[in-house]
Structure formats: C-alpha cells, structure tokens
C-alpha cells in the first residue's frame, strides 16, 4: 500500500479545479475528528480494542482453523486491499465524469481522502511500532489494507450513493477478515484500520460539496453501477 501513497499524492498536487484543495484538506482534517458520530465511532472501536486485545491469537488460531475463507479469494483481496482497487477507483472516477470540473473535483476529493488515510496509517504504523503475527516487521497497527478499503468505501458511498457504497462496505469487511486469514494482522489492527479509514472517509465525505450530483453526474451513476452489479449477480 505505501507503494502508491506518493502516486497519489502527486495526483493531488497536479489537478486543478474548482476545490481549494489545501483548505478542503484542513476542513476534511476537522471533520474527519470532531464530528459526533466519528467521536462515538472511535469512543466505540477503542473500547472493542481494549476488549478484544487478549483475544487476537485466539481469533487469529479460529480463521486458520475454520477456513474463513479459500487461498484464491485471499489473494484477491489481498490485491483489493494493497494496489488493485485504488488506480482502478481513481480511473472509473474519472471516466463517470462528463465535465473537466467534475473530473477534477472529484478526483481531488478521493485521491486526498486516500492519501491522507494512508499518512496517518504509516504514521500510526511507526509510532505503535506493534510487530505482526507472521513476525515479518513491526508495521502490525493498524492495518492499511483494511483503512484503505474503508476510506474507498466512504468515497463511493458519497460519489455513487448507499448502493455502492453498500458494496464497498461489505467488499471492505472482508479485506479486513483477510488481513487476520493471512496472518498479516491482528483483529485489533483490523478494527483500528476500519475504524480510521471509516472517519476519515466519512470526514472528507462531509466536506466535499462543489459539484457534486447535480444532473450530469446522476446521468453517469448508471453506467458505474452496471460496471460494479454483473459480476455479483
């Protein structure tokens, strides 16, 4: 995932359009940590933490035990979570625009709630410095993957409405459950990443209101819906 932090960032850094993007940043910043229900949110994943941090190795033992889920579902997920999903969100984001406003707009929107999710991971990452149950770093807290797949979820769910978001969601929850299969992260770095990609992206969401679904992008929600709803059915 830290692979495509600066790619993202110099997308943010290149696009202009109708947003201010250094005080849409600081006013996403706000939201994302001083709306009341991201405060219940985070008041509610740090009591599930503390709860649940005895129980990480027993959690992690139960989804080997019991096969959550097969090898070939684990991989993909596993390429949701760390590259696939991001460039490919960022591509239909762009495509479902008609206008050169909206493109901008909206790609500042999500590229800058991606990367900020992202900085504040790492920056959690080194600053807990927990080491992962495979033993490979001490980069366990909390999971990218999972926060990154949330705050994609947030994105959608404001660009393409609670159907899509829907999907995101639920796709988001099982990256998470792969992070535990995979033996890459603790169920409590899974809880912390979904919470924090969840406040940030629903932070953002808040603050982002130029543009956004007037008639021209309404006509778009469709054709992005098509593209998410076949393989499913």
Known sequence: MKKIAIPIFICVASLSGELDIEKFIRKGIRQSYSSRANIQLVAISSLSIIA????????????KKHLIMSDKLSNLLDLYGGFWAYPSFLSIVASSSNTKEQKTDKLLFASS??????ATTYLLKITTHRLRPDKSNWRSFPSGHTSGSFALAAIGKKLYGKDIGGLLYAVASFVGAQRVYSNKHWFTDVIAGATLGTIIGRGFSSAFHPLEMNFSDK??????????SVPIH
């Open 52 to 63: 649940s941090n005895n129980y990480d190795d027993d959690i992690r033992q139960w989804s």
């Open 113 to 118: 709630t991606l990367g900020i999710t992202i």
């Open 219 to 228: 006509e778009a929600l469709p054709e992005v819906y098509f593209h998410f």
